[in-house]
């Protein structure tokens, strides 16, 4: 149990010290660790889209581009791009290329579609 605590502390102090180093370039951050909505390192502009988002129970974000995972739920507002991975419900507010999968809803607000 201490072992498992001490890796999830490192994994949340390199994700707080890395959104700093990208928080100058853009609105991309490398990831985000969020327990609950509102209890998360997403510190900060609400408009950033994340590359790695591990929600412990669940989480709200902005937008993905890469891998979001959460035991319960993952809810974006905006575009998804990657995979989602969900226990209960994934949910986007924008379109998503890529793969959603859970145990019960995935849920795309805006459909992709291609043209050509």
Same mark, same amino acid.
Do not use: C, H
């Given at each position: ?26 609105? &991309? ?11 998360? &390192? ?64 995935? &849920? ?9």
């Amino acid at each position: 149990m201490k072992r498992n605590i001490k890796i999830i502390s490192i994994i949340v102090f390199f994700l707080i010290g890395s959104n700093y180093l990208l928080r100058a370039q853009d609105n &991309t951050r490398i990831g985000q660790v969020s327990f609950i909505p509102g209890f998360s &390192t997403s510190i900060g502009s609400s408009e950033r889209t994340n590359i790695i988002s591990l929600n412990i129970l669940g989480g709200y974000q902005y937008a993905l581009k890469g891998a979001e995972i959460g035991s319960l739920f993952n809810l974006n507002r905006q575009n998804v791009s990657g995979a989602q991975l969900a226990g209960l419900l994934n949910y986007t507010g924008g379109q998503t290329i890529g793969a959603q999968v859970s145990g019960l809803i995935n &849920t795309i607000y805006k459909a992709y579609s291609w043209q050509g």
